[in-house]
């Protein structure tokens, strides 16, 4: 062009152009692994069947895959432990389940983790579908496999069945894992209380990522005046997908019946002061112990009628020598808030106690 003057409606035209390249990428993308795993599959269901009819073992698989890396220098995946799990992942789904079910949206690398990891279908199945719908990369698929997260997904002990509607107690129980797990740190050798301190600010990240998907913090330290008297409400989040506010609580030691005095007192309040009634649902609590009694628990639910849920924070994950490194439970309570202090943004209404 002769002149750098655009003409008219040509960055529109170029920005929805881009899009469209974009879209067609994934899209290629998507065709792509789609035919790999299809390849994949059928790879490993031949031998599975020379090995039903003819009785092939180990060493036939080898030289299968020695063979086809010779054929084809080009193309990655034809390694001897590879083909193995071609054949482990056409004894483990249909040709449908490879196909249409989540796994088969998978990457090949994912499939192979959850091929290594599980005997069980059914837990395989469940890891598939949260990895595609929370856009697990394999280094975090490998963590809440290792967590459990299966089992720890909506746990949480809660009154939620008692104080709210069906559909909506579903969907709040859903907010809740129990234990919390804070097993990140990678603590390997006794450190100065600064350096614990850092480690928790430098990975709060991964903190605020265990309590789940479409989590974000509204503020620390929120402040309200009741008729003249102050209160201040430590951590305050909104779900993004529920849109509903909930009151977090981190004590320090085991959990304590007077607890859920004070967790319900914040959750009305901020029900009351903050909820949009038309377009919001419920607030709810959760509070979080390093430890309870069960039975204690359970008495406690039934006795108050804000919507809560008690869970357990815990790093009985980690080694033991790197458990001793960490801070206790007051040290940890202590930086998280100041870390989320430093983060969020302040509002006029926000200060400090």
Not at 43 to 49: A, M, N, S, T, V
Not at 247 to 257: A, M, N, T
Request: aromatic fraction near 10%.
């Amino acid at each position: 062009m002769s002149s750098t003057v655009e003409p008219a409606g040509y960055a529109e035209l170029l920005a929805t152009l881009k899009a469209e390249v974009r879209a067609a990428q994934v899209r290629a993308h998507r065709v792509v692994n789609t035919e790999l795993l299809g390849l994949y599959w059928t790879i490993g269901d031949r031998i599975l069947e020379q090995q039903r009819a003819e009785g092939w073992g180990t060493r036939v698989v080898e030289r299968l895959a020695d063979d086809l890396r010779a054929e084809f220098p080009d193309m990655r995946g034809f390694g001897r432990s590879n083909v193995f799990y071609m054949r482990a992942a056409a004894e483990a789904w249909p040709r449908a389940e490879v196909v249409q079910q989540p796994v088969g949206q998978l990457p090949w690398g994912h499939v192979t983790v959850l091929l290594d990891r599980f005997d069980d279908q059914a837990e395989r199945d469940w890891y598939a579908a949260a990895a595609i719908e929370h856009g697990w990369s394999r280094n975090v698929l490998l963590n809440q496999i290792k967590n459990r997260l299966h089992e720890r997904e909506a746990a949480a002990p809660s009154n939620f069945a008692a104080q709210l509607p069906a559909g909506e107690s579903e969907l709040a129980q859903e907010l809740t894992r129990d234990p919390y797990v804070f097993d990140f740190l990678d603590l390997t050798d006794r450190a100065a209380e600064r350096d614990l301190e850092q480690a928790l600010m430098d990975r709060l990240t991964d903190t605020l990522l265990e309590l789940g998907r479409g989590f974000a913090f509204v503020g620390r330290q929120v402040h309200f005046d009741v008729d003249g008297d102050d209160f201040y409400v430590d951590l305050l989040l909104f779900h993004v997908t529920q849109l509903r506010y909930v009151v977090l609580e981190l004590k320090i030691g085991r959990f304590k019946p007077e607890y859920t005095g004070q967790l319900g007192f914040y959750v009305a309040l901020v029900d009351d002061e903050l909820r949009d009634r038309q377009r919001h649902s419920p607030t709810v609590g959760i509070l979080l112990c390093a430890g309870r009694n069960e039975r204690v628990v359970r008495y406690a639910l039934s006795g108050t009628t804000a919507p809560m849920a008690i869970a357990d924070y815990t790093y009985d994950t980690l080694p033991a020598a790197e458990q001793t490194a960490l801070p206790a439970a007051a040290e940890l309570t202590a930086v998280l808030e100041t870390a989320l202090d430093e983060t969020t943004p302040r509002t006029p209404k926000d200060r400090p106690r």
